[in-house]
T-cell receptor
C-alpha cells in the first residue's frame, strides 16, 4: 500500500522569503501523480501543483515549484517570495496514474505554514 | 461551471441521531469520493463511488456509515446513531471517469466540506 509522510508538522517563514516543505512517499508503482494541496482556514482544498512521475521536469506554478526526486521518493514544495496569503495547511498527496479501484488520493498529515510579516 | 457543492456547511447532531451529508459533483463528473478529516489530521479516504455503484469502500467504518450515489441527485454520506468521535470535516471530491485507452485519472475537485459536530 502507498503511504505519504510529511515530517514537518509546522513551519514558519518571513514574508518575501523562501520556504521548502518536505514530503516523502512509498510506492511500488512506477507511474503515478503527486500533488500539493493548500487548505486555508476556510477549509477549502485548493490544488497548488501537480507532478506526473513519468515527467523528469519539475512542475512550476508561479511562485510554487517542486523538487521531485523519483529514486529517493521525495517531493518537496518550494514557495518563493512568500506572501501572507500563503499561510495555510499544506498537504502532500499521491494518486495512481491509471483508473480502477485503487485510484484514490492518499494524503500526508499536513504541514501548517505560518507567514510572519 | 459550478464546482463541487456540499451541504450543509455545518451540521450539529446529538448523540444517537442520524447525519446526512450531500454532495453534488461538478457537471460531467460521474465519480465521487468521500474523505474525512479529524481535528489536527489529514484527509482520510472513506469511499469511492460512481453512479449507482460503490467502487471502493475500504475506508468506511464497518458499522453506522453508508454512502450512495444514485442515478439522479447528489451523493449522500449517511451516518447513523452518531457518536462524538464522528465529529469531523467531511469532504467530497469528484472527477470525470478515467480516460483514454490507458485509463488515465483526472484530477479531483474538492467541495468545501461539511463540518459535523456531535454534541
Amino acid at each position: 500500500a502507498q503511504t505519504v509522510t510529511q515530517s514537518q508538522p509546522e513551519m514558519s517563514v518571513q514574508e518575501a522569503e523562501t520556504v521548502t516543505l518536505s514530503c516523502t512517499y512509498d510506492t511500488s508503482e512506477s507511474d503515478y501523480y503527486l500533488f500539493w494541496y493548500k487548505q486555508p482556514p476556510s477549509r477549502q482544498m485548493i490544488l497548488v501543483i501537480r507532478q506526473e512521475a513519468y515527467k523528469q521536469q519539475n512542475a512550476t506554478e508561479n511562485r510554487f515549484s517542486v523538487n521531485f526526486q523519483k529514486a529517493a521518493k521525495s517531493f518537496s514544495l518550494k514557495i518563493s517570495d512568500s506572501q501572507l496569503g500563503d499561510a495555510a495547511m499544506y498537504f502532500c498527496a499521491y494518486r495512481t496514474l491509471y483508473g480502477g479501484a485503487t485510484n484514490k488520493l492518499i494524503f500526508g498529515t499536513g504541514t501548517l505554514l505560518a507567514v510572519q510579516p | 461551471n459550478a464546482g463541487v457543492m456540499q451541504n450543509p456547511r455545518h451540521l450539529v447532531r446529538r448523540r444517537g441521531q442520524e447525519a446526512r451529508l450531500r454532495c453534488s459533483p461538478m457537471k460531467g463528473h460521474s465519480h465521487v469520493y468521500w474523505y474525512r478529516q479529524l481535528p489536527e489530521e489529514g484527509l482520510k479516504f472513506m469511499v469511492y463511488l460512481q453512479k449507482e455503484n460503490i467502487i471502493d469502500e475500504s475506508g468506511m467504518p464497518k458499522e453506522r456509515f453508508s454512502a450512495e450515489f444514485p442515478k439522479e441527485g447528489p451523493s449522500i454520506l449517511r451516518i447513523q446513531q452518531v457518536v462524538r468521535g464522528d465529529s469531523a470535516a467531511y469532504f467530497c471530491a469528484s472527477s470525470p471517469p478515467p480516460r483514454g485507452s490507458l485509463n488515465y485519472n483526472s484530477p479531483l475537485h474538492f467541495g468545501n466540506g461539511t463540518r459535523l459536530t456531535v454534541t
